[in-house]
C-alpha cells in the first residue's frame, strides 16, 4: 500500500464516521459496528470463495501490462498506467532493461508482478 | 490424530502463451471499464448537484417567501440535510406589528419534524394551540426579524405554515435529506 493509499483510507474512515455513529457515543454501538464490519468481511469471503463472478466484481481480475516486448497499451491505458510504473516494480526486483522483463502483471492488489525473461522463456 | 483432508492440484488457471498462470479476464475487464464509465457519469452527476446545492446548503437550496402584503419576509433553505443546523430568517413588515407587539404563529412541523433548537431573540411568550406555537415578542416600529436555528431531525418532504394576525397564512416545502 502506497503512503498516500494509506492516508486515503483513514481520511475516508473519518468522513464515514460521523454518518454512521452520529450521536451515539455508547459502548453498544462501538461493538455492535465492529461486529457488523467482521460480518460483512466474513460474508464478502464467503461469497467469493462461493460464486466466481462475484469475486471477480470484487476484486477484479490480473491484467498482463506487458508480454514479450510487447506492451498492451489498452490496458496500460485504461488502467491509468505508465511504463515507469512497470520499471519501478522491475527496478525493485533489481532490473535494469525492459528487454529483461518477459511479462508484467498488474495484480488483483494492485501491485505489478515482473516475471524476468531468463525465468518466462 | 486424524488426518487433514487433501485433494490433488489442479492446474486450472489459464495460462498466457502457454507459459505463466494469470487467470487473466479480458472479456469481464472489458465490460468493467465500460460499467466504470456509466459509473462516473453517475459520480459526477452527484457532485454537481452537491456543487449547485440540489443535494442542500447550496445555493439552489436556498429559497425566499412573502406575503403579498409584505407583512412577511420568509429566507429559508429549501432543501436541508438531517441533523445540519440551518437558520431560518423572518423579516417582519410594518403591517405585522400590533401595539408594540410582533405575534408569530408556526406550525408544530417547526419544532417537531424541522428541529428548531432555538428563537433568536427570545419571544415574550410562547403558546401552543391550533396545532402549532404562537409567539409574542415586544417590538417597535422598523426593520425587525426573528430567527430560528433548526437542525432537522426527521428525513422526509415537510410543510411548514407560518402566520401573523391580519396577513394570509405562508405555506413552506422544506425537504429533508439523509
Known amino acids: ?121 | 490424530m486424524p488426518s487433514l483432508r487433501t485433494s490433488p492440484v489442479e492446474d486450472s488457471v489459464p495460462r498466457i502463451n502457454n507459459e505463466i498462470a494469470v487467470g487473466e479476464d479480458l472479456e469481464f475487464q472489458r465490460r468493467w471499464w465500460r460499467f466504470e464509465n456509466i459509473l462516473w457519469i453517475f459520480l459526477v452527476a452527484i457532485l454537481a448537484l452537491d456543487v449547485t446545492g440540489l443535494l442542500g446548503r447550496g445555493y439552489l437550496a436556498k429559497g425566499t417567501a412573502q406575503t403579498k402584503d409584505g407583512a412577511m419576509v420568509v429566507k429559508y433553505e429549501r432543501i436541508e440535510r438531517f441533523k445540519t443546523p440551518s437558520i431560518l430568517t423572518i423579516q417582519f413588515g410594518p403591517s405585522a406589528l400590533q401595539n408594540g407587539k410582533l405575534i408569530l404563529w408556526t406550525s408544530d412541523s417547526l419544532v417537531k419534524d424541522l428541529g428548531a433548537q432555538r428563537v433568536i431573540p427570545q419571544p415574550e411568550a410562547s403558546v401552543i394551540g391550533e396545532g402549532g406555537l404562537r409567539y409574542v415578542f415586544d417590538a417597535t416600529p422598523g426593520p425587525s426579524s426573528v430567527q430560528f436555528a433548526l437542525e432537522p431531525g426527521k428525513i422526509g418532504l415537510h410543510h411548514l405554515t407560518l402566520r401573523v394576525p391580519g396577513s394570509e397564512d405562508l405555506k413552506l416545502d422544506v425537504a429533508v435529506l439523509p
Not at chain 1, 468522513?15 to 460483512?40: E, F, H, P
Not at chain 1, 466466481?52 to 508480454?67: A, H, K, N, Q, S
Open chain 1, 1 to 121: 500500500m502506497t503512503p498516500f493509499e494509506y492516508v486515503l483510507i483513514f481520511f475516508i474512515g473519518g468522513l464515514t464516521l460521523t454518518a454512521m455513529v452520529g450521536d451515539d457515543r455508547s459502548i453498544a454501538n462501538a461493538y455492535s459496528q465492529i461486529i457488523a464490519v467482521a460480518a460483512a468481511h466474513f460474508a464478502l469471503t464467503w461469497m467469493k470463495k462461493r460464486w466466481y463472478r462475484f469475486g471477480l466484481i470484487v476484486d477484479g481480475t490480473p491484467l498482463v501490462l506487458l508480454e514479450k516486448g510487447k506492451w498492451r497499451t489498452e490496458t496500460m491505458s485504461k488502467s491509468l498506467i505508465q511504463d515507469d510504473d512497470v520499471m519501478a516494480s522491475a527496478r525493485d526486483k533489481g532490473l535494469e532493461r525492459l528487454d529483461q522483463i518477459d511479462y508484467a502483471v498488474l495484480e488483483r492488489n494492485s501491485e505489478i508482478s515482473i516475471i524476468p525473461a531468463s525465468k518466462g522463456s
